[in-house]
Structures are given as C-alpha cells and as structure tokens.
C-alpha cells in the first residue's frame, strides 16, 4: 500500500516513521527542502525520542522517501499546520495547498485524511474542494477525519496505542478509513462522523482549558483570601468525585492555548465558558507579572537597588524543551522589556540562542528573587540561599 503524507512535522514525521516501519511504502512531502533533506539522510529535524532509529531504518530500507512534491498513492494524509490568523480565526491556507497539491494524484477509490486539528466542517469543504475541480471523483472516493491526540515525547507510543475517534464524511469513508488504520493502531477505532470527530479534537483540548483556567481562578482567589491554593486543591481533591488540576502562569503549547479559539469564532453566542476559560488563563500571565513586580518594589526598597530575579522554567510546561506560546516566556520578556535585571533558567535549552541562559543552582545564588514558573522536576534540587525572596507560581517546590 502506498501513503503520500503531506507535512513532515511533530505529527506527520512519527506517522510515516511508524507506517514505513510496519512495511508501508511512506511518500513524505514537505515544502521545506531543509526538512527533505534532513529525512532523505535518514536524520530527523525534530526532538522525539525513538523516531530517528525509525527514521533511518525506514529511510535505509527505501520503505520511507521524503520529497517536496507527492505522487500518485492509496492514501493521502494531511498533517499540515493549522495556525490562527492575528484575529483568533482559523488559517485553512495549509489545508487548501496541501489539498490543491494532492488533488492531481487522487484516483477512483483513493483514501484521503485529514489528521490535522480543524475546525468543524473543515473536511466537507476540503471535499467541496476536491470535488469542484474533479467531479469525475463524486462518490468515488473516501474521505475521512482522524485527529491525533498525542503527547509529544511519547509519540510513537501512543500513535499506536491511543484510541482514535474516525469520522468519514459519509460510511463508507468511515470505513475504508477505519480499516486503514486498523492496520496499525492496536487502541480502539470509533467510528463517527467528519463533523463529530472535528468537534471532539477540539473540545479534548477546551476541556483541558477550561480545567486549568479553574485551577488557575482559584490560585488568584486563594492568594487574596490568604489561603495556600496548593494545600486547598489537594484537600478539595480527596473528595471522592473532586479532581482540581494544578495552577501555573497560563497555558501554552500549540494546542491547549490554541484549539479553543476554534470553536469560539465558530459558535461565538455560544461557546460563553470556553472563551472565559482562553481569557482567564491568559490573564494569570498578567496576574503573575503583577505580582513579581509588586515583590521586586519591596525588595528594591529594602535593598536599595533593582533586585535581581531569576526567572525559573520558560517552557510551557514541565520537563520539555518546547517555549511555543509560552506563558513563561511571555513574563520573562515583559519583566526584561521593563527593565528588570533577569536571568533565564532554562535547564532543558542548549546555551546558543538568543537568550543567554544561567544554570539553575547559579541563579539561586545570584538572584535577590526566585520566580518558579514551570515545575521542572530539577528544580525540587535547589535550595535557595536564606533570605532570598521566593515565589512558586506552578507547585515547582512541593
Ligand atoms: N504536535 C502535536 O503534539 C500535535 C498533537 C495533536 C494534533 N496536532 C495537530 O497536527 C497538525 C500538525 O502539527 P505539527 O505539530 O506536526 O506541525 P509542524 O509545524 O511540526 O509540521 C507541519 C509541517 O507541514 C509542512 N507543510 C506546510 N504546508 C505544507 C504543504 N502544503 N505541503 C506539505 N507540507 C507542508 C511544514 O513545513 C511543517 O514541516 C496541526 O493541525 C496540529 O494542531 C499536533
């Protein structure tokens, strides 16, 4: 069976990786060159463990070839980006190219998928979209929805063991893809509708959102009444039917702080508590800035001078090198646009960027005040010096 896989990303490189690896023959595209090369070496562009040995044995045994350019195939699987525009709208730019670039290559009886998050109705248009300009395919071929859901740094894992939700854009469609990925996927396969798997991709993530932006109300609420919110979220959680997530200075990543706004421009009257979810959790950004400004002023008073702060974590979350839409960076780069003296604390980033960064137990002694924004498992190891100021804003020290 032959797979074109359009966008060789976080998602689409550990898909053709795995596929290849099982005996597929894997036609990888990506209009950066850079990334065809790199893959043609049989070498990744990415960090994820266990893909580049998959990588350069699929490579090595001609299963998995990257090209900027697709070919004729069984099955075409788009893996493109979905970014939005500066007013929070979807961009469908991606999709409609990747499309375009496909459409010359689709048979009577092709299998084409939409892998990439979208929002709802986005397969009925790509489908308008093929159809408009090859209606000899009306009915002819089968066109489906299947988001992935995985974490990075365990994607290949869970490419294959995660349930998918698949949704045709009618029965057949579900089917034939259903059965595709049933050559591959040992979770289990539920079978839907295009618009019903689009919608659930996006409310996983909502959900997640709306979750934290509670946790977060609460750490904003416990600090004026006075309260430890990491106690109260620990004892509220031993009810029985009572899970709170933990606090932090935001959401970040490419999902969580983004897919939300999917479904918000779509069902604007409607969608209330997932846009004061996204609006509650970007301002804990402003929230925390707040209050290690507030904290630098007393210390700037006692010490009689610009305190020194260490910002600790500028990931978006624990234990990863990714900084996309982070809430951490974003303060760093506030308190730096103001003129504080900051350092950068960011153990899981190679020196070499733009950013000079200090080590972690170099920071605790030169910093007047400790800011922990990403509960990195490292920094439960460092002990500040006595008299240093310290505020935990993510449970990093618990
Ligand atoms: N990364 C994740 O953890 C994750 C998880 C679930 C869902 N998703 C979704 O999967 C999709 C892909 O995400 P990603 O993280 O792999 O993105 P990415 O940016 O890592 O990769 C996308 C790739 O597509 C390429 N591309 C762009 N236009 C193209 C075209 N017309 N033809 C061929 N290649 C093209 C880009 O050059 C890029 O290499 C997004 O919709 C994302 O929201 C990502």
Known sequence: MQVVIMGLGYIGLPTAALIAGKGFSVHGVDINMNIVDTINQGRIHIIEPDLEGLVHYSVKQGLLVASPEPKAADVF????????????????????????????????????????????????????????????LKDKLFIAYCPERVLPGNV?????????????????????????????????????????????????????????????????????????????????????????????????????????????????KEAKMIRQARETNNHKKDWVLMKIEEAARELETSLKRKPVIACMGLTYKADIDDIRESPSMDIFNALKKKNYAVLAVEPHIQNGSAIKFTPPGEAAQAADLLVYLVAHKSFRKIIAPAGKKVLDFCGALR
């Not at 609460?218 to 031993?238: C, F, P, R, T, Y």
Request: charge should be negative; proline fraction near 6%.
């Open 77 to 136: 699987i788009i893996a493109v980006p979905t970014p939005f525009k500066e007013n929070q709208k979807p961009d469908l730019s991606y999709f409609e190219s990747a499309t375009k670039m496909v459409l010359p290559h689709l048979t009577a009886g092709s299998l084409y998928i939409i892998e990439s998050t979208s929002p709802v109705g986005t397969t009925e248009k790509m489908a308008g979209l093929i159809f408009a300009q090859r209606p000899e």
């Open 156 to 268: 290949i894992y869970e490419l294959q063991h995660n349930d998918r939700v698949i949704g045709g854009i009618n029965t057949t469609s579900t089917e034939a893809a259903s059965a595709f990925y049933s050559k591959f996927v040992k979770g289990n396969l539920h079978a839907t509708n295009a618009r019903t798997a689009e919608m659930c991709k996006l409310v996983e993530n909502a959900y997640r959102d709306v979750n934290i932006a509670f946790a977060n109300e609460l750490s904003m609420i416990s600090d004026k009444a006075g309260i430890d919110v990491n106690e109260l979220i620990e004892l509220a959680s031993k009810h029985p039917r009572v899970k709170i997530l933990n606090p932090g200075p935001g959401v970040g990543g490419h999902c969580i702080a983004v897919d939300p706004w999917f479904i918000i421009s779509d069902f604007e």
